[in-house]
């Protein structure tokens, strides 16, 4: 299961964005590799998403958790990401987080 994270390590300067997708939720994070630390994470956990989606397990909600991610990024002066998909398909869900993210301004 971790075979693929020998090649996606994610530094203080170029972080790895790792997605993880439930059946109900999605959680993105930015993690600093080297010292094991999470920098920045967004879920659709947040309060404020329920006033705007009806249900936190679609695309829509995906994006949000993208966009949220990436403008938490800007404001701490992170701009450039690896990305993780978590040993899924780039597709769907995982696909929409990461248009989100690049819709705000992250580039990977």
Known sequence: ????????????EKPRLSVFRS?????AQLIDDK???TLV???TLDKTLT???????TKEASSWVGEDLAKKAIIQGIFYVVFDRGNR???????????????????F
């Open 89 to 107: 398909p780039y597709h769907g869900r995982i696909q929409s987080v990461a248009e989100g993210a690049r819709k705000e301004g992250l580039k």
């Open 41 to 43: 994470f967004s879920s």
């Open 51 to 57: 006033n705007i989606v009806s249900s936190t397990s």
């Open 35 to 37: 010292k094991g630390h």
């Open 1 to 12: 299961k971790k075979r693929y994270l020998k090649k996606i390590v994610g530094t203080a």
């Open 23 to 27: 059946h109900k939720h999605m959680y």
